[in-house]
T-cell receptor, first 113, second 115 residues
Framework: EPEVTQTPSHQVTQMGQEVILRCVPI?????FYWYRQILGQKVEFLVS????????KSEIFDDQFSVERPDGSNFTLKIRSTKLEDSAMYFC???????????FGSGTRLTVV | AQTVTQSQPEMSVQEAETVTLSCTYD???????LFWYKQPPSRQMILVIR??????QNATENRFSVNFQKAAKSFSLKISDSQLGDAAMYFC????????????FGKGTKLSVKP
């Protein structure tokens, strides 16, 4: 069964550093999403991406965040200057056009120290 | 704005027994979808079951079934013949219709299964 692949599985970074989280969505999916889950809390929507542009973003997704689909297969989330409160599990998800089901990746655990 | 409420932070069930996890939601939309996701200790999000709001028939996937009460805005998950591997966090999620819909999650219910 097709999978959404996320790398790395775990990343530790110094506060103030830039991080890039990578995702390879399922190849025939057209909608892409990033969600995050702070430990012990609910999963929160960050951003959705369609047709090479952001279609919707939440209040969490401020100027420190950006997304990109640089090569037609990868879908990345960049955090420019990480803060301690950015420590969370980040999930990538994708969805096929005309379908309402989402496929999630296994997540990247980001730890900011 | 849509909200999803899971009123049971933790639940426990005996192996082989049946347990029901509750979920309510609030929306003014008529076209939407509902989901239950399972998150085991590995923290991967696994789709358990999904329901289209326009379908009156409750969705069923093997031991998992839902009780969808549209008027009451309730979407409970029933797990029959509970197994040790069912122990996990369970999240109820809502998505309104339309091409760009994103998921709105509840806070989750931690399910323990006792042998």
């Amino acid at each position: 069964e097709p999978e959404v692949t996320q790398t790395p599985s775990h990343q530790v970074t110094q506060m103030g550093q830039e991080v890039i989280l990578r995702c390879v969505p399922i190849s025939n999916h057209l909608y892409f999403y990033w969600y995050r889950q702070i430990l012990g809390q609910k999963v929160e929507f960050l951003v959705s991406f369609y047709n090479n542009e952001i279609s919707e973003k939440s209040e969490i997704f401020d100027d420190q965040f950006s997304v990109e689909r640089p090569d037609g297969s990868n879908f990345t989330l960049k955090i420019r200057s990480t803060k301690l409160e950015d420590s969370a599990m980040y999930f990538c998800a994708s969805r096929q056009d005309g379908h309402y089901g989402y496929t999630f990746g296994s997540g990247t655990r980001l730890t900011v120290v | 704005a849509q909200t999803v409420t899971q009123s049971q932070p933790e639940m426990s069930v005996q192996e082989a027994e049946t347990v029901t996890l509750s979920c309510t939601y609030d929306t003014s939309e008529s076209d939407y979808y509902l989901f239950w996701y399972k998150q085991p200790p590995s923290r991967q999000m696994i789709l358990v079951i999904r329901q289209e709001a326009y379908k009156q028939q409750n969705a069923t996937e093997n031991r998992f079934s839902v009780n969808f009460q549209k008027a009451a805005k309730s979407f409970s998950l029933k797990i029959s013949d509970s197994q040790l591997g069912d122990a996990a966090m369970y999240f109820c999620a809502f998505r309104y219709g339309g091409s760009q819909g994103n998921l709105i999650f509840g806070k989750g219910t931690k399910l323990s299964v006792k042998p």
